[in-house]
């Protein structure tokens, strides 16, 4: 079972996630609402994948990205954006996220990117 680390600082986009995770047989270890907190769970939990959210206060998900790879080039993490973001989206592949998932979240969407991660 996936143990997953999910990074937003919406609460209820980290549960709508949890949601859908759940509902399919994965496991939430953790949640964090910035960057800075996503590493640090990172660290302590070593999830086998985080959704990283990229628009979040403090820490933005691509800096969080660059840390996680830094610590882990191991780490697989899938950035979580809002429509209009490609050029985000576009930075984050480059600093390592396995993939992307576009809000709102579609939830056949949210495990067919984080299976495919997995592999």
Do not use: H, W
Not at 27 to 35: C, K
Not at 41 to 66: F, H, N, S
């Amino acid at each position: 079972m996936p143990r997953i680390l999910i990074v937003d600082d919406a609460a209820f986009m980290r549960m709508m996630i949890k949601d859908i995770l759940t509902k399919n047989g994965m496991e939430v270890v953790g949640e964090a609402a910035d960057g800075l907190q996503a590493v640090e769970r990172y660290q302590e939990l070593k999830p086998d994948l985080v959704t990283m959210d990229i628009t979040m206060p403090e820490v933005d998900g691509i800096e969080a990205l660059k840390r996680i790879r830094a610590l882990d080039p191991a780490a697989r993490v899938i950035v979580c954006s809002a429509m209009g973001q490609q050029a985000m989206v576009i930075d984050a592949i480059q600093a390592g996220a396995k993939d992307f998932i576009v809000k709102p979240f579609q939830a056949d969407r949210v495990i067919e990117a984080i299976q495919k991660a997995l592999k």
